[in-house]
């Protein structure tokens, strides 16, 4: 059966593996690609989720939680943005808000202005 795949669903992923100081393991992540290009290639592109969270939060990190369906808190990592082969797609685990996904948006704008 094939993976259906949509914007704003968080994945575990395997990001094994990686070189030097690249994000690495199996993770969660948000798929941020539009819907068309998960059914025209076969990559998808991500954000890696991070449970270290560190104790002052920039505008381009966005907190996330239990209520996404991970199992604590956790920071999205815009800076860590990427593109994968749809075979990197472990499981999915949840969903993000609208509003959350603005959020992620907005933060993403910040990095390439």
Known sequence: MAKVIKRGDIWTINLEPSIHRELHKIRPALIISNDLIHKQTFHVIVIPISSQVPSNIGPEMVLVGKKEGLDKE??????????????????KIGKLAKTKLLEVEESLKLLIK
Do not use: A, H, N, Y
């Open 74 to 91: 956790s920071v999205i990592l815009p800076l860590f943005i990427r593109s994968i082969d749809q075979k990197r797609l472990v499981k």
